[in-house]
């Protein structure tokens, strides 16, 4: 304590004077410089001189932001300097060394010797990896082995020690004990003190460049992603920087939910984005993107037996598959020969180049060139047509009309260059020239645009290629009917019909993302170097191929657990991953498997495995609690009093989720029972974050984060009563970490009967 007080001592006089010269070096920048700009070498100058200055205080802001990270550091030390000791005796050195273990490191005051290290330092993985005996880590190059003759714990909370323990296993259960039974925060927690060895394995994982992982619901998985992304900055320092890293989460309130780890443990967040979001930056300025959560609403609130809901089923199933994948690629084959569709090319109305001239052009390049590098030369084409137009539009009526328009800055801009030029001898007066000028000047401002237009090579047309997808009779015949769904005729032409509309739905957006890339060409995104997707199960197999496809550099770590897929193409994924997706890349691929759950009691895990298969793998954490409760009521008003007295019972208790299954039987519920619970509130698709108290949301909503009382709005067979609400039940269900209660109006859902009778109790 004493050596972490005096650094910061330290840091804290050196940064005072290093942030008044800052301030003094911003406040007199420009006394430094002569600006001098009458010719080429004392512009040079004058540039040389800026770009010192400007240097000079980046480094002194460069230097100001490391103190200020170690100052913050070492606050963090003084509140929790170490969580674990291990006393390891190297072999051949005899001596035994104690290493203490924290979020960051320290050194004695000579700088000489580690008084604590690093949490993600090679020596540290001893903490993590082993139990007292025989126990070895990795150097670069080198593996140091040696025997473990210690191993301690240490709970230390605000710089006072609270408890240790000696512990023979590799993190003991008395520490998860005392960390898992705490109450649910609004934001998830780092991990360091108590990373299981699978866990650490995940974080640590350098060789894959896809790194797969199936584990149960709340077996650690994003909490295990978090703490890598925290390794990786540190393991690759200098190297790799937060924003090249990037986590594609499920939802907004999610994002705000694990925002606070990172910086708890010293670094900044990632870069964090929702797929939805990256599909509206690029289709939302044309088109109605719908949101994926919208689709679930539609999923889970229609009835099967409409017959609509079946034709929308089949093609969320369809276009989410390979096999559709396939249909895409073998058009996009087809279309290198013909069928491309373009735009005419308009200017002022009128059309200066149609499309089938385009299209000719198109195909009159080599075949055996790649369709966007054919792209690129028929935007180069039609730019140098364009500029021929140009010089034909200049002596045109409209042009002298908008000349008249011009303003007085045009004219007088006009005005220099024509005195700029005069030196050059020619035959035009200097009105002539000025003329001619400002006659360009309009023309070129018209045909702007229509260049850029070009050179974002809108002149695809990319709406009615995709729907010709569902419509040419022959681009049909082509793709071979054998795979199509039965309903593909119907498919079609709601596919066509809502494009019509400008409105794309969510299954959708993927393959025309994906068919616009293979046909333009798009560069590959080389500044993600990791990509990190949660939730990975509610992706689809061709969502998958297409991060693939947008960040082929970027070495991916995708995590997800099968039984919480609750999209429609997730339900059929007997993995998490088809086995050939990643596979072609042999060697870069590795898949790990994590079954024991810390969220929920033993009770409630015990319980909820009880109606997913392969749930007899899940094994829960020895943490006891009450068994969930099973109410079932026969009226309405029963119901509302039974779900606000589970409420009222445990609202003192931390937070607690009524949890329903759709967003509209959330507002509803919401509407009766905020009378009787005055602190609910309502989280919708919209919500950001979610405060401590009483919220109530749908289930899909409440993907990847917890509560310390979940209580199920209508476990009834009608709400859950199809295979297809199993996954969505279990998820809602393993939300819970203490305590859980299923309310249902009538007869119970088949999952629960599926349940091992002595893990519930009826009430
Ligand atoms: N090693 C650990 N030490 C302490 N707590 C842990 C550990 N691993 C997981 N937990 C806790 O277990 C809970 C679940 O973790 P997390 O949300 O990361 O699981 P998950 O696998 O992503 O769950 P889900 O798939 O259900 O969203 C969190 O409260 C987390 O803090």
């Known amino acids: 304590m004493d050596v972490i007080s005096q650094k910061m001592e330290d840091i804290s006089e050196n ?74 005796s190297e072999e051949g050195v005899g001596e035994v060394e104690k290493i203490y273990v924290g979020i960051a490191s320290l ?75 705490n109450n649910a925060n609004t934001s998830m927690k780092s991990i360091v003190a108590t990373i299981q060895k699978d866990q650490n394995q995940i974080i640590r994982n350098e060789t894959s460049k896809y790194l797969i992982v199936q584990g149960a619901a709340g ?38 939910y694990v925002a606070n780890v990172l910086p708890e443990l010293g670094e ?53 598959s390979k096999e559709f994948k396939e249909v895409v690629d073998n058009y996009i084959t087809l279309l290198s020969d013909n069928y491309l569709l373009f735009k005419d090319c308009i200017f002022r109305g009128e059309i200066v180049l149609p499309a089938d001239e385009i299209q000719n052009k198109f195909y009159s390049l080599d075949k055996n060139l790649p369709i966007p590098n054919r792209m690129n030369l028929v935007a180069e084409w039609l730019l140098i047509k364009l500029k021929e137009m140009e010089g034909k539009e200049l002596k045109k009526e409209w042009v002298m009309e908008e000349m008249e328009l011009l303003d007085k800055e045009d004219y007088l801009n006009v005005y220099k260059e024509v005195q700029h030029d005069q030196e050059v001898e020619d035959s035009f007066t200097d009105y002539e020239k000025e003329e001619k000028l400002l006659a360009k000047k309009v023309v070129q401002t018209n045909f702007k645009g229509l260049k850029r237009w070009v050179k974002k090579l809108r002149f695809l047309n990319m709406k009615s290629i995709y729907q010709q997808l569902y419509e040419n009779v022959t681009v049909n015949k082509s793709l071979g009917n054998s795979i199509l769904p039965d309903k593909w005729k119907e498919i079609s032409q709601f596919t066509i019909g809502n494009l019509n509309d400008n409105i794309v739905l969510y299954e959708d957006a993927t393959p025309l993302l994906y068919l616009t890339d293979r046909l333009e060409g798009r560069k590959p995104n080389t500044f993600i ?49 088809p086995q050939d997706s990643f596979e072609l890349e042999s060697g870069s691929v590795q898949r790990m498997t994590i079954t024991q759950s810390y969220r929920s009691t033993k009770e409630i895990v015990n319980f909820t495995k009880g109606f997913v298969r392969g749930g007899e793998l899940i094994e829960p954490f020895n943490r006891s609690g009450d068994k969930p409760t099973i109410t079932i009521v026969s009226e309405e008003e029963l119901f509302y009093r039974e779900v606000v007295r589970k409420v009222i019972l445990q609202k003192d ?111």
């Open 653 to 763: 208790n931390g937070t607690v989720a009524i949890i329903c299954k759709t967003a509209e039987q959330s507002a509803n519920a919401y509407t009766v029972l905020k009378e009787r619970l005055p602190d609910l509130r309502l989280l919708t698709k919209d919500s950001t974050t979610f405060h401590k108290g009483v919220v109530i949301l749908p289930a899909y909503l409440a993907k990847g984060i917890e509560f310390d009382t979940v209580v199920i709005y209508d476990a009834s067979d009608k709400q859950y009563g199809r295979e297809m609400d199993r996954k969505l039940f279990y998820t809602a269900c393993t939300r819970a970490m203490h305590h859980l209660h299923l309310i249902s109006l009538s007869e119970k859902s088949r999952f629960i009967k599926e349940a091992e009778r002595d893990t519930y109790v009826l009430q």
């Open 268 to 320: 900044e967040n990632m870069k964090q984005s929702t797929f939805f979001e990256y599909m509206t930056s690029r289709l939302g300025k044309i088109y109605s993107v719908e949101d994926p959560l919208e689709q679930m609403e539609f999923i889970y609130s229609n009835d099967v037996r409409d017959s609509n809901y079946d034709i929308r089923m089949q093609a969320i199933k369809f276009k989410a």
């Open 219 to 256: 077996s650690g998985k994003t909490s295990a992603a978090l703490q890598r992304v925290a390794y990786l900055l540190y393991r690759y320092r200098g190297k790799i920087k937060s924003d090249n890293i990037m986590l594609f989460s499920p939802n907004y309130i999610f994002n705000s």
């Open 107 to 181: 050194m004695d005051e000579e700088e000489e010797e580690f008084l604590i290290y690093d949490w993600r330092a090679p020596i540290s993985s001893l903490y993590y990896n082993f139990s007292p005996g025989q126990a070895s880590y990795e150097v670069p190059e080198e593996t140091v082995r040696g025997e473990m003759t210690l191993k301690r714990q240490f709970i230390i909370r605000k710089g006072k020690l609270k408890s240790m323990f000696d512990t023979e296993v590799t993190i003991g259960d008395e520490m998860l004990q005392e960390v898992l039974g």
């Open 15 to 88: 940064v005072g004077g290093l942030k008044e010269g800052i301030i003094e070096l911003r406040k007199n920048f420009w006394d430094e410089i002569t600006v001098n700009l009458d010719d080429a070498h004392e512009v040079g100058e004058t540039f040389t001189s800026i770009k010192q200055q400007t240097e000079m205080l980046s480094e002194r802001e460069r230097t100001h932001k490391h103190y200020y990270t170690k100052y913050k550091n070492l606050l963090k030390l003084k509140e929790n300097p170490y969580f674990g000791r291990v006393d390891f």
């Open 529 to 577: 170097r990791h990509l990190f997707i949660d939730e990975a199960q509610d992706y689809s197999p061709f969502q998958l191929e297409y991060f693939k496809l947008l960040f082929p550099n970027s070495k991916m770590t995708i995590l997800g657990d099968f039984n919480q897929g609750i999209y429609p193409h997730s339900i059929e994924v007997s993995s998490l991953i």
